[in-house]
């Protein structure tokens, strides 16, 4: 099993940032890969960060280049820096993992449709 909780989140107007972070504990070695999804609501789940198990990262096309997402050695912790913050980022974020994924961890999509362990979430709005 794998507990995750992510924290961090909040209200801000756009053009700023938020740092979100995610304690993970339980088998997270165990897992192919780890990151972060979102979900606004009426809207799809959309993966914006994936990280295999040498934590490298892959990003959605929307938040390439304004989003920085890591885990520390352990993968007890993930983290998502969200820099220049747009209105259309507003959504529940949460922390995911995949427990096997036969394909890796190159596919952002991976992590918001085949994730096998995810936290509560933690609201991210951001104002115009």
């Known amino acids: 099993q794998v507990q995750l909780v992510e924290s961090g989140g909040g209200s801000v107007r756009a053009g700023g940032s938020l740092r979100l972070s995610c304690a993970a504990s339980?088998?997270?070695?165990?897992?192919?890969?780890m990151g972060w999804f979102r979900q606004a609501p009426g809207k799809e789940r959309e993966g914006v960060a994936i990280?295999?198990?040498?934590?490298?990262?892959k990003y959605a096309e929307s938040v390439k280049g304004r989003f920085t997402a890591w885990q520390d050695n352990g993968k007890n912790n993930l983290y998502l820096q969200m820099n220049s913050l747009k209105p259309e980022d507003t959504a529940m974020y949460y922390c995911?993992?995949?427990?096997?994924?036969?394909?890796?961890?190159?596919?952002?999509?991976?992590?918001?449709?085949?994730?096998?362990?995810r936290g509560p979430g933690t609201q991210v709005t951001v104002s115009s």
């Open positions: 995911a993992a995949v427990f096997s994924s036969p394909g890796g961890c190159e596919d952002p999509a991976t992590i918001s449709s085949h994730s096998d362990y």
């Open positions: 990280l295999d198990n040498d934590g490298t990262p």
């Open positions: 339980g088998y997270t070695y165990s897992c192919d890969c």
